[in-house]
């Protein structure tokens, strides 16, 4: 049987919000909280892999998809501030409203990516934003060659590599660790 954390959901939510909180554009921050206040109460439970196969151990226990959103998006950020020539405040801004929000579904399996704009349209918050759509289109195209359908903008192979590299992180750590041992010549015999 796997660890349980006991998930303080009232501090997630906290987190959350400081962390939408610097989403510059405030139309998009307005309606990524409004989403987070409207999400599916298993988005604060739910591991990031249920599976145990993918993503670092902390994302495969509860909390464990909160906790991987949060680590995309500051992955999503430094790639923002690495290409301010390219991406405007606006841009970055529903690039970040879509790597916060996009595995808010998770707790419903394998097609999460695209259940997130049903989810939310049922819910009635569709128009909070002009944005909507480029934002629940990288929604939907965040899973990359795995997912229905593949990324077709730049902006929406940005958010997949924020996903992908959030979700690798722990095996990046790892290989550092170990060439940091070859070369340090802890594992050469």
């Avoid at 918050?125 to 629940?136: G, Q, R, W």
């Amino acid at each position: 049987m796997g660890v349980r954390m006991k998930v303080d959901v009232n501090k997630e939510k906290e987190k959350m919000d400081e962390v939408v909180n610097t989403i510059k554009d405030e139309d998009i921050r307005e309606w990524t909280r409004i989403m987070f206040k409207n999400a599916p109460e298993g988005f604060w439970y739910t591991p990031a892999s249920p599976s145990g196969k993918y993503h670092p151990p902390d994302e495969r226990l509860e909390g464990g998809t909160f906790r991987h959103s949060i680590r995309a998006f500051y992955i999503l950020s430094k790639l923002c501030e690495s290409l301010q020539d390219v991406y405007d405040e606006n841009d970055c801004s529903m690039m970040q409203s879509a790597i916060l929000l996009h595995d808010i579904c998770g707790e419903f399996g394998r097609n999460h990516a695209e259940l997130v704009r049903i989810y939310y349209e049922d819910v009635g918050l569709k128009a909070h934003t002009d944005k909507y759509p480029h934002i629940m289109n990288m929604i939907e195209r965040h899973m990359g060659r795995w997912g229905k359908t593949p990324p077709k903008t730049n902006m929406e192979w940005l958010v997949h590599y924020a996903d992908n590299i959030a979700a690798n992180a722990h095996l990046i750590i790892s290989a550092n660790g170990l060439l940091n041992s070859i070369l340090d010549g802890d594992c050469v015999k």
